[in-house]
Protein backbone atom coordinates (compact mmCIF):
# COMPACT_ATOMS: atom_id res chain seq x y z
CA UNK A 1 0.00 0.00 0.00
CA UNK A 2 2.96 2.69 1.10
CA UNK A 3 4.36 1.72 -1.96
CA UNK A 4 1.66 2.21 -4.08
CA UNK A 5 1.15 5.80 -2.03
CA UNK A 6 4.53 6.53 -3.42
CA UNK A 7 4.60 6.04 -6.60
CA UNK A 8 1.09 7.62 -7.28
CA UNK A 9 3.12 10.67 -5.26
CA UNK A 10 5.74 10.63 -7.61
CA UNK A 11 3.86 10.24 -10.78
CA UNK A 12 2.04 13.37 -9.28
CA UNK A 13 5.35 15.88 -8.80
CA UNK A 14 6.47 14.26 -12.10
CA UNK A 15 3.65 15.75 -13.83
CA UNK A 16 4.06 18.87 -12.13
CA UNK A 17 7.31 19.46 -12.88
CA UNK A 18 6.06 18.87 -16.67
CA UNK A 19 3.58 21.31 -16.62
CA UNK A 20 6.00 23.87 -14.68
CA UNK A 21 8.81 23.90 -16.76
CA UNK A 22 7.45 24.55 -20.31
CA UNK A 23 5.41 27.34 -18.46
CA UNK A 24 8.64 28.52 -16.95
CA UNK A 25 10.84 28.69 -20.19
CA UNK A 26 8.15 30.70 -22.04
CA UNK A 27 7.98 33.11 -18.86
CA UNK A 28 11.64 33.71 -19.19
CA UNK A 29 11.57 34.15 -22.91
CA UNK A 30 8.61 36.64 -22.56
CA UNK A 31 10.52 38.38 -20.18
CA UNK A 32 14.42 38.66 -21.83
CA UNK A 33 12.99 38.69 -25.31
CA UNK A 34 14.95 41.46 -26.74
CA UNK A 35 13.12 44.16 -29.32
CA UNK A 36 15.68 45.53 -31.80
CA UNK A 37 15.51 49.46 -32.69
CA UNK A 38 17.45 50.73 -35.93
CA UNK A 39 17.92 54.10 -35.01
CA UNK A 40 17.41 56.39 -37.40
CA UNK A 41 20.74 58.49 -38.93
CA UNK A 42 18.65 61.51 -37.21
CA UNK A 43 19.31 60.05 -33.62
CA UNK A 44 22.13 62.17 -31.93
CA UNK A 45 22.94 59.79 -29.17
CA UNK A 46 21.26 57.02 -26.67
CA UNK A 47 21.49 57.39 -23.26
CA UNK A 48 19.68 55.52 -20.67
CA UNK A 49 17.28 56.44 -17.71
CA UNK A 50 19.92 55.64 -15.11
CA UNK A 51 21.91 58.81 -16.12
CA UNK A 52 19.65 60.97 -14.42
CA UNK A 53 19.43 58.79 -11.35
CA UNK A 54 21.44 56.05 -9.92
CA UNK A 55 18.75 53.94 -8.22
CA UNK A 56 17.54 53.00 -11.65
CA UNK A 57 20.62 52.53 -12.75
CA UNK A 58 21.14 48.82 -13.72
CA UNK A 59 17.45 47.65 -12.81
CA UNK A 60 14.87 46.81 -15.47
CA UNK A 61 13.31 50.30 -15.86
CA UNK A 62 16.58 51.53 -16.56
CA UNK A 63 15.47 52.05 -20.11
CA UNK A 64 16.87 53.87 -23.36
CA UNK A 65 16.54 57.61 -23.98
CA UNK A 66 16.78 58.36 -27.72
CA UNK A 67 17.83 61.92 -28.18
CA UNK A 68 17.14 63.50 -32.00
CA UNK A 69 18.52 67.21 -32.11
CA UNK A 70 18.71 69.50 -34.70
CA UNK A 71 21.58 71.51 -36.23
CA UNK A 72 19.46 74.57 -35.20
CA UNK A 73 17.81 75.37 -31.38
CA UNK A 74 14.76 75.03 -30.73
CA UNK A 75 12.30 73.42 -28.29
CA UNK A 76 12.48 70.69 -26.53
CA UNK A 77 10.03 67.51 -26.11
CA UNK A 78 9.53 64.32 -25.02
CA UNK A 79 7.72 61.92 -26.45
CA UNK A 80 6.70 59.11 -23.82
CA UNK A 81 5.71 55.30 -24.57
CA UNK A 82 5.79 52.43 -23.12
CA UNK A 83 3.63 53.72 -19.89
CA UNK A 84 1.64 51.17 -19.92
CA UNK A 85 2.56 48.28 -22.35
CA UNK A 86 -0.75 46.24 -22.61
CA UNK A 87 -1.41 49.60 -25.14
CA UNK A 88 0.86 48.41 -27.37
CA UNK A 89 0.36 51.65 -30.21
CA UNK A 90 1.91 53.87 -27.00
CA UNK A 91 5.00 51.61 -28.37
CA UNK A 92 4.61 51.73 -31.58
CA UNK A 93 4.25 55.27 -32.73
CA UNK A 94 7.72 56.80 -30.87
CA UNK A 95 9.37 53.26 -32.11
CA UNK A 96 8.38 54.77 -35.71
CA UNK A 97 9.84 58.07 -34.81
CA UNK A 98 13.07 56.24 -33.31
CA UNK A 99 13.46 54.61 -36.97
CA UNK A 100 12.36 57.37 -38.89
CA UNK A 101 12.59 60.81 -37.56
CA UNK A 102 15.02 63.01 -38.52
CA UNK A 103 14.86 66.41 -36.46
CA UNK A 104 15.96 69.83 -38.40
CA UNK A 105 15.17 72.26 -35.53
CA UNK A 106 14.64 71.93 -31.88
CA UNK A 107 15.24 68.02 -30.25
CA UNK A 108 13.28 65.68 -29.63
CA UNK A 109 14.02 62.78 -27.13
CA UNK A 110 11.86 59.55 -27.44
CA UNK A 111 11.20 56.80 -24.82
CA UNK A 112 9.52 53.63 -26.07
CA UNK A 113 9.64 51.57 -22.53
CA UNK A 114 8.98 53.76 -19.62
CA UNK A 115 7.76 50.81 -17.33
CA UNK A 116 10.08 48.32 -19.08
CA UNK A 117 9.39 45.94 -16.14
CA UNK A 118 5.57 45.88 -17.02
CA UNK A 119 6.68 44.82 -20.89
CA UNK A 120 7.79 41.35 -19.49
CA UNK A 121 4.67 39.95 -17.76
CA UNK A 122 1.09 40.10 -18.80
CA UNK A 123 -2.07 40.73 -16.72
CA UNK A 124 -2.75 37.63 -14.60
CA UNK A 125 -6.13 35.73 -15.41
CA UNK A 126 -6.54 37.76 -18.78
CA UNK A 127 -4.96 34.91 -20.91
CA UNK A 128 -3.01 37.84 -23.04
CA UNK A 129 -0.79 36.41 -25.41
CA UNK A 130 2.89 37.16 -24.43
CA UNK A 131 3.61 38.69 -27.91
CA UNK A 132 2.80 39.89 -31.43
CA UNK A 133 4.05 40.04 -34.46
CA UNK A 134 4.10 43.12 -37.27
CA UNK A 135 4.53 42.01 -41.02
CA UNK A 136 7.37 44.54 -42.56
CA UNK A 137 8.86 44.76 -45.90
CA UNK A 138 11.90 42.34 -45.07
CA UNK A 139 10.08 39.32 -42.93
CA UNK A 140 7.95 39.77 -39.51
CA UNK A 141 8.93 41.62 -36.20
CA UNK A 142 7.97 40.47 -32.55
CA UNK A 143 7.06 42.42 -29.85
CA UNK A 144 6.46 41.86 -26.14
CA UNK A 145 3.22 42.40 -25.16
CA UNK A 146 2.89 43.51 -21.22
CA UNK A 147 0.62 44.75 -18.52
CA UNK A 148 -0.76 47.78 -16.67
CA UNK A 149 1.27 47.28 -13.70
CA UNK A 150 5.03 46.66 -12.95
CA UNK A 151 6.22 43.04 -12.68
CA UNK A 152 5.67 41.60 -9.20
CA UNK A 153 9.16 39.87 -9.86
CA UNK A 154 10.46 43.58 -9.36
CA UNK A 155 8.10 45.40 -7.16
CA UNK A 156 6.73 43.54 -4.00
CA UNK A 157 3.90 43.04 -1.96
CA UNK A 158 1.58 45.83 -2.50
CA UNK A 159 0.31 47.68 0.56
CA UNK A 160 -3.08 47.67 1.51
CA UNK A 161 -3.86 51.62 0.52
CA UNK A 162 -1.38 53.09 -2.00
CA UNK A 163 -0.63 56.23 -0.62
CA UNK A 164 0.24 58.36 -3.59
CA UNK A 165 3.23 61.24 -2.61
CA UNK A 166 3.18 63.92 -2.06
CA UNK A 167 -0.67 64.73 -2.45
CA UNK A 168 -1.22 62.03 0.13
CA UNK A 169 -4.19 61.30 -1.82
CA UNK A 170 -5.76 57.34 -1.07
CA UNK A 171 -5.20 55.41 -4.54
CA UNK A 172 -6.08 51.43 -5.43
CA UNK A 173 -3.26 49.25 -3.73
CA UNK A 174 -2.81 48.02 -6.98
CA UNK A 175 -1.61 51.07 -8.37
CA UNK A 176 1.43 51.64 -6.61
CA UNK A 177 2.80 49.47 -9.76
CA UNK A 178 1.04 51.99 -12.15
CA UNK A 179 3.53 54.22 -13.86
CA UNK A 180 0.45 56.81 -14.30
CA UNK A 181 -0.48 56.83 -10.75
CA UNK A 182 3.02 57.62 -9.13
CA UNK A 183 4.21 60.48 -10.48
CA UNK A 184 6.06 62.97 -9.55
CA UNK A 185 7.77 59.67 -7.50
CA UNK A 186 10.33 59.35 -4.93
CA UNK A 187 13.91 58.84 -4.82
CA UNK A 188 13.52 56.23 -1.65
CA UNK A 189 10.35 54.91 -2.74
CA UNK A 190 9.14 51.78 -4.84
CA UNK A 191 10.81 50.91 -8.43
CA UNK A 192 7.83 52.34 -9.83
CA UNK A 193 7.74 55.67 -7.97
CA UNK A 194 11.35 55.88 -9.03
CA UNK A 195 11.32 55.39 -12.54
CA UNK A 196 8.83 58.76 -12.62
CA UNK A 197 11.42 60.29 -10.59
CA UNK A 198 13.96 59.68 -13.13
CA UNK A 199 11.71 60.51 -15.95
CA UNK A 200 11.26 63.83 -14.04
CA UNK A 201 14.47 64.15 -13.52
CA UNK A 202 15.25 64.09 -17.38
CA UNK A 203 11.70 66.78 -17.98
CA UNK A 204 13.94 69.02 -15.64
CA UNK A 205 17.25 68.85 -16.52
CA UNK A 206 16.52 68.70 -20.51
CA UNK A 207 14.48 71.85 -20.58
CA UNK A 208 12.14 69.94 -21.65
CA UNK A 209 8.71 72.27 -23.33
CA UNK A 210 6.41 69.63 -23.74
CA UNK A 211 5.53 66.24 -22.70
CA UNK A 212 3.13 63.75 -24.50
CA UNK A 213 2.16 60.34 -23.02
CA UNK A 214 0.88 58.15 -25.48
CA UNK A 215 -1.77 55.48 -24.33
CA UNK A 216 -4.68 53.64 -25.31
CA UNK A 217 -7.92 52.65 -23.32
CA UNK A 218 -11.00 50.61 -23.65
CA UNK A 219 -14.17 51.54 -25.47
CA UNK A 220 -15.78 51.58 -22.28
CA UNK A 221 -13.90 54.45 -20.96
CA UNK A 222 -15.07 57.78 -21.10
CA UNK A 223 -11.64 59.20 -21.67
CA UNK A 224 -11.05 57.98 -25.22
CA UNK A 225 -10.02 59.47 -28.39
CA UNK A 226 -9.15 62.41 -26.69
CA UNK A 227 -6.34 64.74 -25.46
CA UNK A 228 -6.26 65.35 -21.68
CA UNK A 229 -3.88 68.42 -21.05
CA UNK A 230 -2.88 70.60 -18.02
CA UNK A 231 -4.19 73.94 -17.89
CA UNK A 232 -0.64 75.04 -18.84
CA UNK A 233 -1.33 73.24 -21.89
CA UNK A 234 -5.19 73.89 -22.67
CA UNK A 235 -4.87 76.03 -25.91
CA UNK A 236 -2.05 73.54 -27.39
CA UNK A 237 -4.45 70.88 -26.93
CA UNK A 238 -7.07 72.48 -28.51
CA UNK A 239 -5.59 73.87 -31.42
CA UNK A 240 -4.09 69.96 -32.05
CA UNK A 241 -8.22 68.89 -31.64
CA UNK A 242 -9.15 71.19 -33.93
CA UNK A 243 -6.59 70.91 -36.90
CA UNK A 244 -6.91 67.05 -36.71
CA UNK A 245 -10.60 66.67 -36.89
CA UNK A 246 -10.54 69.27 -39.32
CA UNK A 247 -7.79 67.92 -41.77
CA UNK A 248 -7.28 64.25 -41.01
CA UNK A 249 -10.14 62.58 -41.15
CA UNK A 250 -10.59 61.52 -37.35
CA UNK A 251 -11.97 62.79 -34.45
CA UNK A 252 -10.61 63.64 -31.30
CA UNK A 253 -11.06 65.83 -28.57
CA UNK A 254 -9.96 67.27 -25.46
CA UNK A 255 -10.19 66.69 -21.88
CA UNK A 256 -8.65 69.16 -19.21
CA UNK A 257 -6.62 67.41 -16.03
CA UNK A 258 -8.49 67.24 -13.07
CA UNK A 259 -6.57 69.19 -10.35
CA UNK A 260 -7.96 66.91 -7.75
CA UNK A 261 -6.52 63.48 -9.54
CA UNK A 262 -3.42 62.74 -8.56
CA UNK A 263 -0.11 60.65 -9.59
CA UNK A 264 -1.27 61.07 -13.34
CA UNK A 265 1.48 62.17 -15.93
CA UNK A 266 -1.03 65.17 -17.57
CA UNK A 267 -1.35 66.31 -13.72
CA UNK A 268 1.67 66.46 -12.12
CA UNK A 269 4.42 67.04 -14.46
CA UNK A 270 2.94 70.02 -15.54
CA UNK A 271 2.60 71.06 -11.63
CA UNK A 272 5.90 69.72 -10.68
CA UNK A 273 8.01 71.25 -13.64
CA UNK A 274 8.13 74.20 -16.06
CA UNK A 275 6.65 71.38 -18.72
CA UNK A 276 3.31 71.64 -20.64
CA UNK A 277 2.24 67.83 -20.45
CA UNK A 278 -0.11 66.13 -22.58
CA UNK A 279 -1.61 62.63 -22.42
CA UNK A 280 -2.96 60.85 -25.77
CA UNK A 281 -5.57 58.08 -25.86
CA UNK A 282 -6.51 55.73 -28.82
CA UNK A 283 -9.20 53.40 -28.86
CA UNK A 284 -7.80 49.40 -27.96
CA UNK A 285 -11.19 46.95 -28.41
CA UNK A 286 -8.85 44.48 -26.66
CA UNK A 287 -8.95 45.88 -23.18
CA UNK A 288 -12.86 45.65 -22.98
CA UNK A 289 -14.30 43.93 -20.26
CA UNK A 290 -17.04 42.88 -22.73
CA UNK A 291 -14.18 41.54 -25.26
CA UNK A 292 -13.91 37.92 -26.68
CA UNK A 293 -10.98 36.07 -26.74
CA UNK A 294 -7.90 38.05 -26.21
CA UNK A 295 -6.04 36.42 -29.29
CA UNK A 296 -3.29 38.24 -31.02
CA UNK A 297 -5.85 38.40 -33.88
CA UNK A 298 -7.98 40.17 -31.52
CA UNK A 299 -4.81 42.64 -30.49
CA UNK A 300 -3.75 43.53 -33.93
CA UNK A 301 -7.00 43.49 -35.84
CA UNK A 302 -9.35 45.59 -33.00
CA UNK A 303 -12.22 43.73 -33.86
CA UNK A 304 -14.89 41.73 -31.34
CA UNK A 305 -18.22 41.19 -32.14
CA UNK A 306 -18.40 41.63 -28.26
CA UNK A 307 -17.58 45.23 -28.04
CA UNK A 308 -19.87 46.01 -30.80
CA UNK A 309 -22.66 44.65 -29.17
CA UNK A 310 -22.11 46.44 -26.46
CA UNK A 311 -22.03 49.85 -28.72
CA UNK A 312 -25.01 48.55 -29.66
CA UNK A 313 -26.35 48.67 -26.29
CA UNK A 314 -24.78 52.44 -25.39
CA UNK A 315 -21.81 51.18 -23.56
CA UNK A 316 -19.09 52.24 -25.42
CA UNK A 317 -17.57 55.99 -25.39
CA UNK A 318 -16.20 55.22 -28.49
CA UNK A 319 -17.94 53.83 -32.01
CA UNK A 320 -17.32 50.90 -33.47
CA UNK A 321 -18.57 48.46 -35.88
CA UNK A 322 -17.03 45.72 -38.08
CA UNK A 323 -13.75 47.28 -39.34
CA UNK A 324 -12.95 47.61 -35.72
CA UNK A 325 -9.83 49.71 -34.58
CA UNK A 326 -6.60 47.98 -36.04
CA UNK A 327 -3.51 48.74 -34.89
CA UNK A 328 -1.88 50.89 -37.95
CA UNK A 329 -5.03 53.09 -37.26
CA UNK A 330 -4.42 53.32 -33.57
CA UNK A 331 -0.94 53.95 -34.52
CA UNK A 332 -1.47 56.73 -37.67
CA UNK A 333 -3.68 58.61 -34.89
CA UNK A 334 -0.83 59.10 -32.55
CA UNK A 335 2.17 60.10 -34.98
CA UNK A 336 -0.35 62.21 -36.55
CA UNK A 337 -1.16 64.11 -32.94
CA UNK A 338 2.13 64.14 -32.24
CA UNK A 339 3.19 66.00 -35.75
CA UNK A 340 0.19 68.52 -35.15
CA UNK A 341 1.28 69.22 -31.61
CA UNK A 342 4.71 70.14 -32.84
CA UNK A 343 2.95 72.12 -35.96
CA UNK A 344 0.56 74.05 -33.23
CA UNK A 345 3.36 74.83 -30.75
CA UNK A 346 5.58 76.61 -33.65
CA UNK A 347 2.32 78.44 -34.43
CA UNK A 348 2.86 80.11 -31.18
CA UNK A 349 6.53 79.81 -30.86
CA UNK A 350 8.38 81.43 -34.10
CA UNK A 351 10.86 82.13 -31.99
CA UNK A 352 11.36 78.19 -30.23
CA UNK A 353 10.20 75.65 -32.95
CA UNK A 354 10.65 71.98 -33.14
CA UNK A 355 10.69 70.86 -37.07
CA UNK A 356 10.32 66.90 -37.43
CA UNK A 357 10.88 65.56 -41.05
CA UNK A 358 10.07 61.72 -42.39
CA UNK A 359 8.15 60.54 -40.06
CA UNK A 360 4.06 58.98 -41.39
CA UNK A 361 1.01 60.88 -40.68
CA UNK A 362 -2.34 58.59 -39.62
CA UNK A 363 -3.54 58.07 -43.72
CA UNK A 364 0.63 57.19 -44.61
CA UNK A 365 0.59 54.80 -41.55
CA UNK A 366 -3.03 53.38 -43.11
CA UNK A 367 -2.03 53.03 -46.54
CA UNK A 368 1.52 51.50 -45.81
CA UNK A 369 0.87 49.45 -42.90
CA UNK A 370 3.47 49.98 -39.63
CA UNK A 371 5.79 47.40 -40.36
CA UNK A 372 6.54 49.47 -43.93
CA UNK A 373 8.39 52.21 -41.48
CA UNK A 374 10.45 49.30 -39.21
CA UNK A 375 14.23 49.00 -40.48
CA UNK A 376 15.63 45.15 -40.70
CA UNK A 377 18.16 44.81 -37.80
CA UNK A 378 19.45 41.76 -39.89
CA UNK A 379 21.10 44.75 -42.28
CA UNK A 380 22.15 47.29 -40.61
CA UNK A 381 25.05 48.45 -38.78
CA UNK A 382 25.43 46.92 -35.51
CA UNK A 383 25.83 50.29 -34.22
CA UNK A 384 22.53 51.36 -35.26
CA UNK A 385 20.74 48.60 -32.94
CA UNK A 386 19.60 49.69 -29.66
CA UNK A 387 17.59 46.75 -27.92
CA UNK A 388 14.43 47.32 -25.67
Not at 39 to 48: A, D, E, L, P
Not at 349 to 359: A, G, L, T
Amino acid sequence: MKKKIFIRKTLILLAGVALTFPAGVSFYRHRHLKEPVVISSGVTQVKKLGDYFDKIRGTTNDCNLYFLEGKEPGATMIVIGGTHPEEPAGRLAPWIFAENAHIQKGRLILVLSANRSASTVTRPSGAYPQDFTIPTDWGRQKFRMGDRWTNPLDQWPDPEVYIHYPSGQNLAYVDIRNLNRVWPGRANGTLTEQTTYALMNVIRSEKVDVVIDLHEAELQYPVINTIVAHEKGQDLATLVSMTLTDFEGFKIGTEFSPKNLHGLSHREIGDHSDAISLLCEAPEPFLDATRGITNRKQLLEGKDEFVVKAGEHGLLFAPIDSTGWPIDVRVGRHTSTILQTFESWNEDHPDKEIICNSVPRYAEVIKNGIGHYLKNPNTAQTKKIFYE
